[in-house]
């Protein structure tokens, strides 16, 4: 930067790499100079150029580059023109305002660093002071960091578990879905049964009342059996052998001869009583014997019907299993 230089040009002291004559303003045609920039502010004129040392830097001083391109405008040297060189003394009298213009200038900005340092001096406390309080912040940013994490895995947790339920929710939605076919074939089979059972019911009516009318008629041709026998009994038990008065014979051919036709007319009968009571007993026998395959049917219809029945409570309880799993 060419500031440096342009402080020992005001110190007195020659610069190297320009010459000493050279101006530091514009110098008008009257002798009055019209200087360029931007002035910071008037400073005492009291007091050394100890401070011209000082360093300051652009950014701390926060000056832009406009105004230091204006200063270096400023600062430039402008040589004084042809007609202007005679007038020596008033040049010289431009020069020493601009120096002294310039030396204000730097003072200023001076005091304006050592503001600056100030400010900078009292922000850097009171970020210290604020690094004083970084444990407490930090314990509750830690804190905060790990609620935050918690949530974070609890939230997550919760969206596995949901996930989890969603997934057997459609499991389940499909094996509900593949056991509606078989739902309904075991109803139909179930409403065939129930029409089965339906038939069943009113065969065994039919079977029973059958069985009643069987019965009556067993009952009653008991008793007319008991009847019967009862008669004949009475009837082989009051009946005398009517015969004539036999003849008084004296003779013992006469008497055995007798005797023997007698007694032959008592076999005779017996007999025939007996023939008689064997038929009966064999047409109760066959009336038995046309009874018993009816009896054997009846029997054969209860043991289907008791099968039935069996089956019907199997296919009942079988239905109310796949009830409870299908709800």
């Known amino acids: 930067m060419p500031l440096p230089r342009r402080r020992s040009s005001f110190l ?53 580059s406009v105004f ?11 040589l004084p023109r042809t007609g202007e060189r005679a007038a020596g003394p008033g040049a010289a009298a ?41 444990g407490p912040l930090r314990r509750e940013w830690e804190e905060v960091y790990r609620q935050v994490s918690e949530a974070i895995l609890d939230n997550a947790r919760l969206m596995l578990q949901t996930e989890n339920v969603q997934a057997n929710a459609e ?41 009643e009318n069987m019965r009556a008629e067993l009952r009653n041709l008991e008793h007319n059996h008991e009847q019967d026998v009862r008669v004949l009994y009475s009837q082989m038990a009051g009946r005398e052998v009517d015969e004539p008065d036999a003849p008084i014979e004296t003779s013992l051919d006469q008497i055995l001869a007798y005797i ?23 047409e109760a026998q066959c009336m038995s014997s046309r009874l018993s395959p009816e009896e054997e049917q009846v029997e054969t219809l209860k043991a289907e019907c008791n099968d039935t029945g069996c089956k019907i409570q199997s296919l009942h309880a079988e239905t109310e299993s796949i009830r409870a799993l299908v709800r």
């Open 12 to 64: 007195g002291q020659p610069s190297s790499d320009r010459p000493a004559a050279a101006s530091c303003g514009r110098i008008s045609s009257a002798g009055a100079t019209a200087p360029r920039g931007v002035f910071v502010g008037s400073a005492p004129l009291a007091g050394g150029a100890s401070g011209l040392g000082t360093r300051v830097s652009r950014r701390a001083l926060g000056i832009s």
């Open 260 to 282: 023997r036709t007698h007694w032959e007319k008592v076999t005779e009968r017996n007999r025939a009583e007996t023939d008689s009571y064997q038929l009966e007993c064999k």
């Open 94 to 134: 431009g020069l020493n305002s601009c120096l002294m213009e310039y030396r204000d200038k730097v003072r200023a900005l001076e005091q304006l660093n050592q503001q600056l340092e100030e400010q900078i001096r009292l922000c850097l406390d009171r970020k210290a002071s604020s690094a004083g309080a970084w």
């Open 68 to 78: 230091l391109q204006g200063m270096r405008s400023s600062a430039a040297p402008v």
């Open 171 to 211: 499991d389940f939605k499909d094996r509900y879905e593949n056991e509606q076919p078989f739902r309904r074939a075991v109803e139909e089979e179930i409403s065939s049964l129930y029409k089965v059972i339906d038939d069943a019911n009113l065969m065994k009516a039919e079977l029973e009342e059958q069985m």
